[in-house]
């Protein structure tokens, strides 16, 4: 089975371009996750779907970002303009609610982002 | 919602020594679980070990076994006979009935030959 997959691995962009993060989930799950991860700030969870509703973005910083899946094979993380402090890897997570599973998360290879 | 303090930010061990990565939970689920990762320098995190609230045993995945002691709300990390390749990040994450999972700030562990 393939795992989840983002695109692209790394992103250099200019201070003030649009940035647009991809994944595709496992299929079957029904949780999409999009954390980012920093040196200071660790991991945190920007944003999660569960059945490709969002449902709870408190953890997107600003109005600058924006995500959305619009169906439950993909989802995409958008930044507009982007800012030198974006600069971070990318997660998203994927994981399964039912049957006898642990919930387990499973993680992409992450989008590494450098706005310059 | 639950929290996760892993206080060991930094942690070192001898090539196959054994080495305990605490983390410690706070949670009003009365079911949940725990679970740990590793990080290692490529970034990928790679999943481990997980242990459930109701599990009557300690979780064990070949040389990773889990310290589970639900009285003291801790859920460690065993590592036995390390290897250079276990020199990474390792975060600890717990997730309970909304299945939204809460992780640790992590801990560094580096292996010395």
């Known amino acids: 089975d393939a795992g989840v997959i983002q695109s692209p691995r790394h992103e250099v962009t200019e201070m003030g371009q649009e940035v647009t993060l991809r994944c595709k989930p496992i299929?079957?799950?029904?949780?999409l996750f999009w954390y980012r991860q920093t040196m200071m700030r660790g991991l945190e969870l920007l944003i999660y779907?569960?059945?490709?509703?969002?449902?709870?973005d408190s953890g997107m910083p600003e109005d600058r970002f924006s995500a959305k899946m619009p169906n439950a094979s993909f989802s995409t993380l958008k930044i507009q303009p982007s800012e030198p402090r974006d600069s971070a890897v990318y997660f998203c997570?994927?994981?399964?609610?039912?049957?006898?599973?642990?919930?387990?998360?499973?993680f992409g290879e992450g989008s590494r982002l450098t706005v310059l | 919602a639950q929290k996760i303090t892993q206080t060991q930010p930094g942690m070192f061990v001898q090539e196959k020594e054994a080495v305990t990565l605490d983390c410690t939970y706070d949670?009003?689920?009365?079911?949940?679980?725990l679970f740990w990762y590793k990080q290692p320098s490529s970034g990928e995190m790679i999943f481990l070990i997980y242990?459930?609230?109701?599990?009557?045993q300690n979780a064990t995945e070949g040389r990773y076994s889990l310290n589970f002691q639900k009285a003291r709300k801790s859920a460690n990390l065993v590592i036995s006979a390390s290897q250079l390749g276990d020199s990474a990040m390792y975060f600890c994450?717990?997730?309970?009935?909304?299945?939204?999972?809460?992780f640790g700030r992590g801990t560094s562990l580096i292996v010395h030959p």
């Open positions: 242990q459930g609230s109701y599990d009557q």
């Open positions: 997570a994927s994981s399964f609610s039912g049957g006898a599973g642990t919930g387990e998360l499973f």
């Open positions: 994450a717990g997730l309970g009935g909304s299945y939204i999972p809460t």
């Open positions: 299929s079957g799950h029904d949780y």
């Open positions: 779907f569960n059945n490709n509703v969002p449902i709870d």
């Open positions: 949670t009003s689920d009365p079911s949940y679980g």
